[in-house]
């Protein structure tokens, strides 16, 4: 899944193009026929793909040598000399890698016996103590005696042959033997200075053996600096000595890594549905800023492997194009991303007009400059632009203008970073719990023209805690993604269930979840222009529903409300702009009364917890004797007189400015318990109640009515203003 700048193996992975300069390298090797040693240098700059080039160049070799005779093939070490440390390490661990390439059991007898002599040439190298012009000054041969680890025959041997001799031996045997030895040493850039003076005169004055090839891969500039301190300022004439065959690697232009990119990102967008790429907006995201952080193939690849690593958490839950151009911030110029993760007011919302003073914006000018002066590359302008596309509260800041709650709902269904309730995600890589992902919503969402698969869903998100979230984010589907064919059934469903879902009262910011409700049933029913279609699609959800009352009775009044608005003079010009017209109100009204009186004759309106403003609407709509009889045969006995009390038992809440946190209060509006019962003789039965041993058996809610109702009688509590 990941490449940790890992290089391509083969030409058939080359994307840009690199296989025919690989190609010519590799015929660069193959054609040389000479004895004496060689030395190619690839010169690239990091990041530029040089072992992916070697990778090629070594493939088509091998490919090529598959029909020759095996005296004729070449021989290929790789070595890495970034597994070693320490400079007499790196040497004698590269004769001991040689040695054991060479004795290999399929090779010729002379190339098996240089493989042998080489490890002793390893052990000698080890014994001494190496200055930088390779000049041995001190053997110290009791180290020698105990570190080789040899037979008795080799250490009589390194009594009896010195350095010189030995390497006279192993230039006989290699120039005898028919093989080309290619030895390949990458990444001799990321060395330190002294390591990289080891490799140099390893080549020049240690390894320099009869048919070996060696193919050096660097950072040109890098290694120049690294000699110059050992040869007093000639250290580009010292390489040039040691590089009879340099091979510089082409730069790559800013469209074969741009070509690499997009190439790329192609792959983890393949299987995002079209509608959720939207690629105006993709290309704002690009050009603006993103595209300026890619200036080699290395660059490709640390953003690539972050990407991978992080999207699949959260590809269904934010928008994919933010959460590319987040990551190139976070990958490039993190300073930036903490700084927009630790400013969340700053980078995400909107600005409200009438709350928003110049100073305010003032501050945040400061901020976001502050933070745009933190990197030099991109520099100001594009980065400044490139937040601006990103975050439009920027924009704000900078171009002063403005967006409304409209862009709002808007950002939040398409899962923006610049959205309040989506930012968290971007940067923490995971829902928190009772969180909904967007496509949880949409997986609903398509359910709605199954009415029972569709309420099923509901029910399972209201046992997980998520149903008010889920309400909130459907108000950004209604305008349009949901289709004309689902309006009605979704209504009708949430019609049915609506009761069962938890309060979310506010008292502060005035939204419930009836609220909520009801703005979503105007907001899906607006889609259509009939009033007919609209009283169509109401009566039939309230006909169908069997489980609410309480929704479907503040639904016909909130209609009712909007029709009391106004006069019979005005209705004549303005009804038409009405959900529905009157005569269907009315129609509607017979309903809900109908609902009323069944839930009463068969005790659920009994128990339902917003009793009064049922009782309210039944009696407003005509139905005074009805209700009436039903709260005369609910108050009988106690149990039904302490439900209807507790019915009453309304949640408030306050805050002062010696406050911390916001107090919760509870009371009951005696005036709206007169409006169905005589005061005088509910009080009575309800002392008698609350002196008697069955107080205490009652539940927690019920013992506060009580003792509520009877404060505010004695005037314990202020009446509600």
């Not at 009896?160 to 850039?189: T, Y």
């Not at 950072?219 to 091979?247: C, T, W």
């Not at 007011?345 to 000018?365: L, M």
């Not at 971007?426 to 609903?444: A, M, N, V």
Request: charged share 30%.
């Amino acid at each position: 899944m990941f490449k940790p700048d890992q290089p391509i193996k083969s030409y058939k992975e080359d994307i840009l193009g690199r296989y025919p300069f690989a190609k010519s390298l590799g015929d660069a090797i193959l054609s040389y026929k000479e004895k004496d040693s060689i030395v190619i240098g690839l010169f690239g700059t990091w990041g530029s793909g040089k072992t992916s080039i070697i990778n090629m160049a070594l493939e088509y070799i091998e490919n090529i040598s598959k029909d020759k005779a095996d005296d004729e093939k070449p021989i290929i070490m790789r070595f890495n000399p970034w597994n070693y440390s320490d400079q007499n390490q790196l040497i004698s661990q590269f004769f001991i890698r040689l040695s054991g390439v060479l004795r290999r059991r399929d090779y010729t007898s002379k190339v098996n016996k240089a493989g042998e002599l080489l490890e002793i040439y390893a052990k000698i190298l080890e014994s001494f103590i190496l200055i930088p012009n390779i000049s041995p000054i001190a053997s110290v041969f009791s180290k020698l005696f105990r570190n080789i680890g040899s037979t008795a025959k080799n250490l009589s041997r390194l009594n009896s042959k010195d350095l010189n001799a030995v390497r006279s031996e192993l230039n006989e045997l290699l120039s005898d033997q028919p093989h080309k030895i290619v030895i390949v040493i990458d990444d001799i850039d990321r060395l330190n200075d002294t390591e990289i003076r080891q490799i140099f005169q390893l080549v020049k004055s240690l390894g320099d053996f009869p048919n070996t090839i060696y193919l050096l891969a660097f950072d040109r500039a890098v290694v120049i600096n690294a000699l110059e301190s050992v040869q007093k300022g000639f250290g580009i004439e010292y390489l040039e000595k040691i590089v009879q065959i340099p091979f510089e690697i082409p730069l790559i232009s800013k469209q074969e890594v741009e070509y690499l990119l997009l190439n790329q990102l192609n792959e983890l967008i393949r299987n995002i549905p079209e509608n959720k790429w939207n690629k105006a907006y993709w290309e704002n995201i690009y050009y603006s800023g993103l595209r300026y952080f890619f200036k080699n193939i290395r660059d490709v690849t640390r953003y690539i492997n972050s990407l991978r690593f992080s999207f699949e958490m959260v590809k269904e839950d934010v928008n994919p194009i933010d959460f590319f151009a987040i990551t190139g911030i976070q990958v490039f110029i993190p300073e930036v991303y903490y700084s927009i993760r630790d400013n969340k007011n700053i980078f995400s919302g909107i600005y409200s007009n009438f709350r928003t003073s110049d100073e305010r914006k003032k501050q945040d000018r400061e901020i976001c400059d502050g933070i745009i002066g933190k990197v030099k590359d991109p520099s100001p302008e594009v980065l400044r632009n490139f937040l601006k596309k990103l975050f439009p509260k920027v924009e704000s800041i900078y171009d002063n203008i403005e967006y409304g709650p409209e862009e709002l709902s808007d950002w939040r269904r398409e899962r923006r970073i610049c959205s309040p309730d989506v930012f968290d995600t971007f940067f923490k890589l995971s829902l928190s719990p009772g969180e909904i992902s967007q496509k949880e919503i949409e997986t609903i969402l398509s359910l709605g023209n199954k009415p029972e698969l569709f309420s099923e869903a509901l029910l399972r998100l209201n046992d997980e805690g998520k149903i008010i979230e889920f309400l909130e984010y459907l108000k950004d589907y209604t305008r349009s993604e949901i289709p004309e064919e689902n309006v009605e059934p979704i209504i009708t469903v949430l019609m049915d269930i609506g009761d069962m879902f938890p309060e979310n009262d506010s008292n502060f910011l005035g939204i419930d979840t009836t609220m909520r409700l009801g703005s979503l049933f105007h907001q899906l029913i607006r889609r259509f222009d009939s009033q007919e279609k609209r009283f169509n699609i109401l009566k039939h959800a309230m006909e169908k529903a069997t489980k609410s009352l309480y929704t479907i009775v503040y639904e016909v009044g909130f209609q009712d409300q909007e029709h009391s608005k106004y006069d019979s003079k005005e209705t004549s010009g303005t009804e038409e702009k009405l959900i529905i017209n009157l005569e269907q109100l009315e129609e509607l009204k017979k309903i809900a009364c109908k609902k009323i009186e069944s839930w009463a004759n068969d005790g659920r309106l009994a128990k339902q917890k917003y009793l009064y403003f049922i009782l309210f609407m039944w009696k407003k709509w005509g139905q005074e004797g009805e209700v009436n009889s039903f709260v005369d045969n609910m108050i009988k006995d106690d149990e039904g007189l302490i439900d209807f009390i507790t019915s009453f038992l309304e949640k408030t809440q306050s805050f002062s400015t010696s406050d911390y946190v916001i107090k919760t209060n509870w009371r009951i509006d005696l005036q709206k318990i007169k409006e169905f019962v005589n005061l005088e003789e509910v009080e009575a039965r309800i002392r008698k109640i609350f002196s008697s041993s069955d107080f205490e058996q009652l539940d927690d809610q019920k013992k506060l009515a009580v003792k509520i109702f009877l404060d505010t009688v004695d005037g314990k509590i202020e009446k509600p203003f």
